[in-house]
Structure formats: C-alpha cells, structure tokens
C-alpha cells in the first residue's frame, strides 16, 4: 500500500478521474473550487472534457445533457451553489439518469461564510427538488474515505441510473491526510442500451422528464420508487464503534462523527460504556441499526454541524424508545471532543425521559452563551 498527503478536494477529483470520469462541469465556489481547478488541468490532459459554466445552473444542466449519451459524468459545487442546481437535479431523476455531485458543505443560510459545515442535510438528503425521488447519499469522514466513496459513487450511479451525492463539509475538503488512491481505470468502449449515441440502423432514444400524461407520470413515479426500495435493501452502510456492549450510543456523520469518536474514546477511558455509531449512507439512513439501538441503550446523542437536521431522522427510528439527546455547532463551527464530553455527561447522568423535544433543550442552553 503506497499512501500519499492528500488534500480532500484533490484526492477527491484525482479518484473520480480514475474511476474512469469523463466529462465535468462545474462553477467555482469555495471551499470547493480546488476540486474544479485541480481538473481543469487533468482533464484536458487525458483527452476528456471539462468545462467551467458560466453558473452553477448551466453546469448542472450540461451534466443532464452528458449523462443521456451514458459517459460517466461529475459536478461539484458547496451548499448555495447547490441549491441552484436542485430543479436540475429533478430534472435528472426523473429521467433516470446516472450523475455523480459532489457537496462540500459551507455555513448558511443564505451566503454565509466559507466555513466547514453541515446545513446541506435536509436539502440533500431529503431529495432537494421538486418531486418524488431519493438520491443516494454518501458521507465520508476521512480522506480516504472520500477516495473510495467518490469511486464507488460512480458504480451506484450505473447500477441504479440514480443520482448519487458525495456530501461532506469544508474541513474534509481543505484537510491534508495520508491515503490511497485506487489504480487508473480503463474508459469504457460500450455504453448502456439507453444511451444517446446516435440513432443509425435503430429507433431514436428519447429522455426526457415529461409526461403529459398522468398515468405516465405515475408509472415513472412508481418505477423510481420501486428502484429506490432495492437501494434501501441492499446499499446501507455505516462504521460502528464500541457498541457491542454500549449502554449509550452517539450518533454523528462525517466531521461531527469523527469529532464524536474521540470524545466516546474519552468517555471509556473513563469507564462510561458508550458508543458510536456513524452512517456512511445517509440515504439510505441506517434506519434497522438504530431502532436496534434504541431499544438496547439507555440514551442516545446525536451530534451534528447544524441545529439539528440529522436528528429528526434519528427520532423517527428511535421512536420514543429511549431518550434522545442533541448536540449542534451550526453556522460553520466544528464542535470540539471536549465539548462533546459534556454532552455525553449530561446524557449519562440525566435518568428517565426528557422534557420537551430535544433541539429546544439545545438551543436554550446554547442561546445562554451569545
């Protein structure tokens, strides 16, 4: 194994680039931008395409326009450039296309500022655009997981003519870590039955995301929701740590989740049995492994870089089975392992059900300290 420093946005370009892209469009904005400017360099190098948009809506929309001829294509972008790319994005899932985007997260609403964050959950996560569809969703917490969550975000994309989303916040991007990347792979000399390649000696092939009719319109409906129920089956995945004897578990994504790790290594050194458990899907969520959860433990944690987007998901399984608890540094803050420590005190030594829902705990303790 020969690890190189990588910086996360740079590893993350060079992996899409050896999972065989071959086509990228993308509009700078930080702290995203090196991951474009990185490939506006290596992609012409290698004969393939790259085009900086003139916005982040043109890009998305020559992302659409690839992806019917079945390349294997990428943008990139941080959280409002993101937001202008959601009706193309709808676009793309409903006409069942594979595109690999990329989402490194910085603080809002609005503008905000150009610090790590993890805002971009619900509009995510939770099928930004309009319509029903689910992209597949992938968290890394680390280089290398970004290394192989790009590549394998490719294969998904294929195997199910999805959207798939690598999310993850400013720090990953801008951070440096030893890892590996994988070998280069060959592109591709055949391309799926559906691709636009041309129409001689056959019948045209037609994407397109309208159906006038409503029947139509149900039918594709169905069709993706049913692609999305073998996504669920077969595709959830998660790192769990110290649960197998955990009377409390911590559950965070990402940044917040590695963050979480070293503030749970602290609590055993201090003999507190507590757990992590990290979803590497978020969507598909690990919905089964925390209702499993909540039915073993004493409390659970969730700790984010938001004010608490990935927790309402978490009560959704937990479902009133065992207290919840929340920590949040929202705005572009990374929460700190001692912090974190606290809040596994406060978890641990508070017994019985909670009063009221656990972000409005959160937010009047945190309110104290403006």
Avoid at 63 to 92: D, F, K, N, Q
Avoid at 126 to 143: E, K, M, R
Avoid at 190 to 204: K, L, Q
Avoid at 235 to 258: H, M, N, P, Q, W
Wanted: aromatic share 6%; glycine share 10%; with cysteine.
């Amino acid at each position: 194994m020969v690890k190189e420093l990588l910086k996360g946005n740079i590893a993350i370009a060079e992996a899409a680039v050896r999972a065989g892209l071959q086509a990228y469009f993308g509009y700078p904005i930080t702290p995203q931008t090196e991951l474009l400017e990185y490939l506006s360099k290596r992609m012409p190098e290698l004969g393939r395409t790259f085009v900086q948009a003139e916005s982040e809506l043109g890009a998305i929309n020559m992302v659409y326009g690839a992806a019917c001829t079945g390349v294997r294509v990428m943008s990139s972008s941080s959280s409002p450039g993101i937001s202008l790319m959601m009706e193309g994005l709808s676009y793309i899932a409903g006409t069942e296309l594979p595109v690999v985007l990329i989402d490194v997260m910085r603080g809002g609403p609005g503008l905000g500022n150009i610090a790590p964050s993890q805002q971009d959950y619900n509009q995510i996560v939770h099928g930004g655009g309009h319509g029903d569809y689910y992209p597949i969703v992938l968290a890394p917490a680390n280089i290398q997981e970004a290394i192989d969550l790009t590549v394998l975000a490719f294969d998904l994309a294929e195997k199910y003519r999805s959207i798939v989303i690598v999310l993850l916040d400013g720090s990953l991007g801008q951070m440096m870590e030893p890892a590996e990347l994988p070998p280069m792979q060959p592109l591709r000399e055949s391309y799926p039955e559906w691709a636009t390649r041309g129409a001689i000696g056959r019948e045209r092939r037609i994407h397109t995301s309208i159906y006038l009719n409503p029947v139509e319109q149900e039918k594709t409906n169905l069709r993706i929701l049913q692609r999305w129920q073998e996504v669920k089956k077969n595709e959830v995945r998660y790192k769990s740590y110290f649960l197998e004897d955990a009377e409390y578990v911590v559950i965070g994504f990402g940044t917040a989740g590695r963050v979480a790790l070293s503030a749970v290594r602290a609590a055993r050194a201090e003999g507190n049995k507590v757990g992590l458990l990290r979803p590497v899907t978020l969507a598909p969520f690990p919905a089964q492994q925390i209702e499993a959860l909540a039915g073993s433990s004493k409390g659970i944690l969730v700790v984010e870089m938001n004010s608490g987007q990935m927790l309402d998901d978490v009560m959704a399984c937990v479902k009133g089975r065992t207290p919840v608890h929340f920590y949040g540094r929202p705005g572009g803050i990374v929460p700190l392992p001692d912090e974190v420590l606290v809040e596994i005190h406060r978890m641990t030594e508070k017994s019985g059900r909670l009063n009221g829902h656990p972000r409005d705990q959160w937010l009047e303790r945190m309110v104290q300290h403006i």
